[in-house]
């Protein structure tokens, strides 16, 4: 329970200092995308149905946070904690290159899959500079996931044990 407390805290202060305090500073693609971060923590290491509810409150901070049609965010955001809890039920991850791997796949799936939601919902997102500010956003956030969950795991097999 205390983990799913922690996420929920690092979650809020990631989405609050990137949305309220940096987004006046530094464009959004520029900033790690910490309730991604959290969601894909939740698929990945948190077991059972407290993984679920810990993914939910950082899904509706990306949908409440972001500018999109109705429940793009969160359902993408929930779509992307199943296949994260996939990923971790099926695959052993432990090595930092597995886990940027994954991280990485997870947001590409995930920028294809509100494009997908923008299109149907009569949204025009392509252009060549949304596809730089998608990929730089990848880059950045995967690059930064991967200190953050080794951090975390490695704490959280130290309390267990």
Known sequence: ????????AVSYAGTAASVWWLSGFLPRFLLPDIPFISIVYAGLFIPGPLGFIAAIPPALFREVTVSSPPWTFFLSSIALYFASREIGLRVFIRAEYFILTVVVSLLIA???????LMV?????????L????????????????????MELSGRWRRVKE
Request: charged content about 15%; hydrophobic content about 60%.
């Open 1 to 8: 329970m205390r983990e799913a407390l922690v996420l929920l």
């Open 110 to 116: 995930e920028s294809i899959s509100v494009v997908a």
């Open 120 to 128: 149907l919902a009569g949204s025009r997102p392509f252009s060549l």
């Open 130 to 149: 949304w596809a730089a500010q998608e990929a730089v956003r990848i880059a950045w956030t995967g690059l930064l996931a991967v200190p953050m969950y």
